[in-house]
């Protein structure tokens, strides 16, 4: 199975989570050049000092924390947690 075969559901997630268009995209292209051993783009946000299930895109990566939950929390389904609180 390839990993073109979780697009959907990546993308899905992203959605639900609030995670911005151009991050997702970054994500599912991180996850073929995992697939095929190449360097990943893109970067964990943390939390606590340890990685969320969250990556951001080389340009998200610039933002400040605060720009970035902001326009995650704007965009989450409200029956999640805020984001990072209970980060995934
Ligand atoms: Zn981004």
Not at 6 to 16: A, E, I
Not at 53 to 63: I, L, N, Q, S
């Amino acid at each position: 199975m390839g990993v073109q075969e979780y697009y959907p559901t990546w993308w899905y997630r992203g959605m639900v989570y609030g995670y911005p268009d151009c991050c997702v995209v970054n994500f599912c292209l991180r996850g073929l050049a995992l697939e095929k051993g190449e360097p990943q783009p893109g970067k964990f946000f943390e939390f606590r000092g340890k990685p969320t299930g969250y990556v951001m895109c080389p340009e998200c990566a610039k933002k400040t924390r605060k720009e970035i939950i902001d326009t995650i929390n704007s965009r989450r389904d409200p029956r999640l947690p805020r984001f990072p609180s209970h980060a995934i």
